[in-house]
């Protein structure tokens, strides 16, 4: 296993296999997503990205409470105060979103207690979300009085629908794993001690597939949840194309005629 310096103990890196985990450790404070977590996300998910090895990400938080139980509210007093403030804090919301939004590796989320807030918006970044029986989701916005921008609305938006964004939003309620089943927040409710393990057994089978066809798939969800317009149809058929041309696709082929599981490479 290896481990990448992310500059602070309150986030973790380890890669093991293919696989990078990525831990919010903070579980004094149910792995609140304090200022200095957010430093040093942007970079550790650039790494991660840049890895070669990895194929795919996992992000969990530490502890048997939480994923991740929000923004650090004890920082709002000196970063969403007054205009100058916010807009630093905006920023560094906006280099985060992006580091997760450039990751071009599948992401999972492993989620157990508490995914609320800062913490949903995480979670929402990944591509698959699997819960943990008796964790609890919300966005809290509106009980705290602050504004929440755009992009988290058009997050939770493209996820459960406005109807449903509508209600989580406007109600500030906390749900619960059904409820955030039903509404489609997330893709499957597992007991607690089959978390890690279903977890892990879906990593690997991803890991397992033709990594530029994941690669493909992932930037083809992504391209289509953008409206027509704004769609990058060249980029895709690039990559599209890099499949069929590929020594994957000759050992994917290879292997099937043989009976036997593909050896992907990435090239």
């Not at 591509?127 to 919300?138: C, K, M, N, V």
Request: charged share 25%; glycine share 10%.
């Amino acid at each position: 296993m290896a481990t990448f310096d992310t500059g602070t103990d309150k986030l973790l890196v380890d890669i093991d296999d293919g696989i990078a985990t990525v831990t919010f450790n903070n579980p004094a404070k149910r792995n609140a997503l304090s200022i200095e977590i957010r430093t040093a996300l942007p970079r550790a998910l650039r790494h991660v990205n840049d890895d070669a090895d990895v194929r795919v990400v996992i992000t969990t938080g530490a502890g048997e409470q939480a994923f991740v139980s929000g923004a650090d509210i004890t920082e709002f007093g000196d970063m969403r105060s007054s205009p100058e403030a916010r807009a630093t804090y905006d920023r560094m919301a906006a280099e985060t979103a992006a580091a997760w939004q450039g990751l071009g590796k599948p992401i999972i989320a492993m989620i157990r207690g508490f995914c609320i807030g800062g913490g949903l918006l995480t979670a929402l970044a990944a591509d698959i979300r699997i819960a943990a029986e008796g964790s609890q989701f919300g966005i809290p916005a509106a009980r705290l009085g602050l504004g929440y921008g755009p992009g988290g609305v058009a997050a939770l938006m493209g996820i459960v629908g406005p109807a449903n964004a509508a209600e989580i939003l406007y109600s500030a309620r906390r749900l619960s794993t059904d409820d955030a089943l039903r509404m489609g927040l997330i893709n499957r409710v597992v007991q607690v001690d089959r978390l890690h393990d279903d977890v892990m057994e879906l990593a690997r089978s991803i890991r397992d597939n033709a990594p530029l066809t994941v690669a493909a798939l992932k930037a083809s969800i992504a391209e289509l949840r953008r409206p027509e317009a704004g769609r990058d149809h060249e980029r895709l058929h690039r990559m599209v194309e890099a499949c069929f041309t590929s020594e994957d696709y000759q050992e994917g082929q290879r292997a099937f005629a043989e009976k036997r599981p593909p050896r992907f490479r990435g090239r």
